[in-house]
């Protein structure tokens, strides 16, 4: 069972919709006492680092789901999602995040980068994952996001992409469970739809 995390700033509609049309089961999480009931979790968001911090903060889901990372459950973060699984984030001032991945989210600041990234994207895989299985390596995936996750491991990158600099497009934790992807997997037709069909594979 897919568990889809809500603390008030993901795109819930979108990804439970494509889980729907994958017939992949989900259910929303809304109460630390549903985690008991699912294998997989998928956090999703759109927004600020901060806020969605504050957000998962009161609504007590901090220790639910480093206590699911620890017993190495597969875990998805999706744009914002991914990025609250830094130890740090700077949007729009300095804030933990979970702590999941080791590394700091930080604003594009190139002078020749354009913010937002918004648009479509290829990636180049620097380590193999089992959430890439059947992957296109020649496939866009459609990214918005303004923040970069910089790892402080590079044995964390599983993806690179490149928009003036090559920034971290999906990452993942030394024990492969957890995973963070910047794009939007669920807006990324049928290379996206591959992705998410594989991490419901994931062995719980």
Request: proline share 4%; charged share 25%.
């Amino acid at each position: 069972m897919i568990g889809i995390l809500d603390y008030g700033m993901g795109n819930l509609s979108s990804v439970t919709n494509t889980f729907d049309y994958l017939g992949i089961e989900s259910i929303i999480i809304e109460d630390p006492e549903q985690f008991n009931k699912i294998s997989h979790l998928v956090i999703p968001g759109v927004g600020s680092f901060a806020e969605a911090m504050d957000n998962i903060t009161k609504r007590n889901f901090i220790e639910p789901i480093r206590d699911f990372d620890a017993k190495c459950s597969p875990i998805l973060g999706i744009c914002l999602g991914m990025q609250l699984l830094a130890e740090f984030g700077t949007e729009p001032y300095e804030v933990e995040g979970l702590g999941l991945i080791k590394g700091r989210v930080e604003l594009f600041k190139e002078k020749e980068i354009r913010v937002p990234h918004v648009g479509w994207n290829g990636i180049q895989i620097v380590h193999d994952h089992p959430i890439l299985e059947e992957v296109k390596k020649s496939a866009d995936f459609y990214f918005v996001h303004s923040y970069k996750f910089v790892v402080e491991d590079d044995t964390s990158i599983v993806a690179l992409t490149d928009y003036g600099i090559n920034f971290p497009s999906i990452v993942m934790n030394d024990k492969k469970n957890t995973v963070g992807i910047q794009f939007h997997p669920e807006k990324s037709q049928k290379q996206g739809l591959q992705i998410l069909t594989n991490f419901a594979k994931l062995n719980a």
